[in-house]
Nanobody
Framework: VQLQASGGGLVQAGGSLRLSCAAS????????MGWYRQAPGKQRELVAR????????NYADSVKGRFTISRDNAKNTVYLQMSSLKPEDTAVYYC???????????WGQGTLVTVSS
């Protein structure tokens, strides 16, 4: 399984970005998926997760109301729409398969999101 996150970049506070997670070697529609982030000097944290069907979605309090997770199983892709970005959202963002609520595939390289004030 290889997971590739993309779509990161440099954006001003208040701006938006859309991240994509593509997979090879597995069919994402079979799994719940999560978006994680790791800021410099901090532990990796789960910010959003979506069930295999898309019917159940949860967000960390820090991103609730600003981030939207979605999936297109036909394209084997999961997305994270990020709006009203804040400098504290600066981090490397990763996606992963979730099994029993925990990340279960090898971590990809992630995509860097930098929010300037």
């Amino acid at each position: 399984v290889q997971l590739q996150a993309s779509g990161g970049g440099l954006v001003q506070a208040g701006g938006s970005l859309r991240l994509s997670c593509a997979a090879s070697g597995c069919t994402l529609s079979s799994y719940s998926m999560g978006w994680y982030r790791q800021a410099p000097g901090k532990q990796r944290e789960l910010v959003a997760r979506i069930s295999s069907s898309g019917g159940s979605i949860n967000y960390a309090d820090s991103v609730k109301g600003r981030f939207t997770i979605s999936r297109d199983n036909a394209k084997n892709t999961v997305y994270l729409q990020m709006s009203s970005l804040k400098p504290e959202d600066t981090a490397v963002y990763y996606c992963n398969l979730l099994r029993l609520g925990a990340a279960s595939a090898p971590w990809g390289q992630g995509t860097l999101v930098t929010v300037s004030s």
